[in-house]
RNA sequence: GCGGUUGUAGCUCAGUUGGUUAGAGCGCCUGGUUGUGGUCCAGGAGGUCGCGGGUUCAAAUCCCGUCUUCCGCCCCA
């Protein structure tokens, strides 16, 4: 019926909603705060060679899914379609990092922007919260980002998941494996069409995470990439993995988890949630040791994960976990002469001792105003007609117990407090 | 980007083989009854049937296009 509507792909979060966002995103920030990472936030928009250089040219991200324009100077900018990259940038830029054995701890809640066919849980302007753990190889950070996401979910309420993890190894793992991989499925893939062939030309790992039940049955007894691992790779997993497990976090060895993004390096992992449909990843992450280099920093080690708020909240709704709406403190009815000069005062007053209240401005009748006093949810409901008006006084009712008391005006706020 | 699906009041949906002023429930507003939400009673507002074109004496209903929704693929958070 309106005539403009929120372009495709994007949606409006309305205040019946809003508090669910605030809940996901306090919860974030409140863990992230409590794990000693600092709020960081940058534009909406970037140099679009900054995404190209750090997702990888040949990322499917890179190549169609980007909000990318020119800007009345000339100059290719570009929606930032992840997260990663810009806190990267932004920490070389303000010396966060890129001092000998300096340790930067970030987090953040962004949207992103990825020109992508919508579906529930996959729109064109998404949403994350995420943190980088940056200057670190211990196997102890990796530990440590995996853990924050796991109990994110966690102080979320969201218990239908499960965490998979995998170690893809550096350039020289990859540069094997990719050929074990591609000798194995050339059989099969000789009678395939180009989807396929141009998938595995441009990235054969990437053949791992397919649904295709002919290539699943072809991969099952492919060679994993494990076996191919470095020393210093297996060993770092092995620490990984051993420090999870004594914070007792549980996780799946999945040899097949692949990311996306080409800068990752070593760990990978996904959390997974049970009732997503096809959009079963909850949150991604890994160690992209990589990357700082690949920006123009000096070569430092980082791992991060980032976490998708739409997801959590298809997540919550599906497991009956979302909050309830907080209502307000009080909802002054007032009806008769000089009722509504009273009602206005005592809101007055209220707010400034730090409640919340509302009120009726239209002049409705008592009863409407009832009706919007149950409505609002509110605590309190005070009542301001002709007799309290000449007496001075007002009526409190509280909503909960049904208990109702008429007390001196003055005496409200002290009543409310006790 | 590919295949499919959806679109009628704020919400959930009816609307028969095309046929007069397009309906219901809930919600919303007003009044009445209980000093005061609830209940009950009476009344009311709100839709160019996603949008555009076509066929027809006549289109919510048939055809074409387009937008949107959701599902699968793809991709990923």
């Keep these: 019926m309106p005539k403009y509507k929120a372009p495709r792909g994007t949606y409006d979060v309305v205040p019946e909603n809003a508090h669910h966002w605030r809940f996901v995103e306090d919860t974030f920030a409140e863990l992230a705060t409590s794990y000693g990472y600092g709020e960081i936030r940058t534009p909406v928009f970037e140099e679009t060679d900054l995404f190209v250089r750090s997702s990888g040219d040949t990322s499917e991200v890179v190549t169609k899914q980007m909000y990318t324009f020119e800007d009345k100077g000339g100059r ?9 990259a810009p806190a990267i940038r932004a920490c070389l830029e303000h010396s966060l990092i890129g001092q000998q054995s300096q340790v930067a701890r970030v987090w953040y ?8 066919r919508p579906q529930k849980g996959r729109c064109r302007q998404a949403h994350q919260v995420g943190m980088e753990l940056v200057g670190s190889t211990a196997p102890a950070a990796d530990a440590e980002v995996i853990e924050m996401t796991v109990r994110f979910y966690q102080a979320l309420g969201i218990k239908d998941l499960k965490v998979l993890l995998n170690s893809i190894g550096r350039d020289a793992t990859r540069a094997a494996y990719r050929d074990a991989i591609m000798s194995h499925v050339q059989g099969w893939l000789k009678d395939q069409d180009d989807e396929f062939r141009v998938k595995a030309e441009k990235n054969p790992l990437r053949l791992l995470d397919t649904k295709d039940p002919d290539l699943l049955a072809v991969l099952s007894d492919a060679p994993i990439i494990t076996d191919y691992l470095e020393d210093a790779s297996k060993s770092h997993i092995d620490e990984v993995l051993r420090l999870l497990g004594a914070a007792g976090i549980e996780f799946e060895y999945e040899p097949r988890i692949v990311r996306g993004l080409d800068y990752y390096t070593d760990t990978v992992f996904e959390v997974q949630g049970m009732n997503l449909g096809a959009q079963s990843a909850l949150c991604g992450g890994g160690r992209y040791d990589g990357l700082v280099e690949a ?3 000096p070569a430092t080690p980082a791992v991060g994960a980032a976490m998708g708020i739409e997801r959590a909240l298809i997540a919550l709704e599906e497991e009956g976990a979302l909050p309830e709406a907080a ?6 009815v007032a009806a008769g002469d000089g009722a509504s000069e009273q009602a206005a ?3 007055r007053e209220l707010r400034d001792a730090g409640l919340s209240c509302s009120l009726d401005i239209d002049g409705r009748s008592r009863k409407a105003q009832m009706k919007l006093a149950s409505r609002s949810g509110a605590t309190w409901t005070a009542i301001i007609c002709d007799e309290e008006v000449s007496a001075n006084e007002v009526t409190l009712l509280n909503v909960e117990t049904g208990e109702q008391n008429r007390v001196a005006r003055a005496e409200v706020l002290a009543r409310l407090k006790s």
């Design 76 to 84: 290719s900018m570009t929606l930032k379609p992840e997260a990663t």
């Design 109 to 116: 809640k962004t949207p992103i922007f990825r020109y992508e």
């Design 295 to 297: 920006l123009g920093g």
């Design 327 to 332: 209502g307000i403190d009080m909802f002054i």
């Design 345 to 347: 005062a005592l809101a």
